[in-house]
């Protein structure tokens, strides 16, 4: 889904994964009064539209990033590495590292 400042606040909730804690945070009404554009909602709040949508982002691809690394967890724990992933801040896999010995 785009994010953009003409967004409804009720569908950003419902197909961002996250996006309910991040409107939460930022005192922005997705459920009740969530059928506006955002920029509608940011305006209310005193909010950047700007850095909202970056908050989203940054969450969409924070939720993305831990289903991969469920999903390599899975993986590594099904092969019987019982593996750990080690991520950098740019988010890259560094290595998979082992339980014992790592």
């Not at 724990?77 to 590292?97: E, M, N, Q, T």
Request: glycine fraction near 12%.
């Amino acid at each position: 889904m785009s994010i953009t400042a003409t967004s409804i606040v009720r569908d950003l909730a419902v197909e961002i994964p996250g996006a309910t804690r991040v409107f939460e945070g930022l005192g922005i009404d997705y459920c009740c009064g969530g059928n506006h554009p955002l920029t509608d909602a940011c305006s209310k709040a005193g909010l950047a539209v700007d850095d909202v949508v970056s908050k989203l982002e940054i969450q969409t691809i924070f939720t993305a990033m831990i289903a991969l690394a469920r999903a390599r967890f899975k993986r590594s724990r099904s092969s019987g590495s019982g593996g750990v992933l080690i991520w950098s801040a740019g988010g890259k896999v560094l290595r998979d590292a082992a339980l014992a010995g790592d």
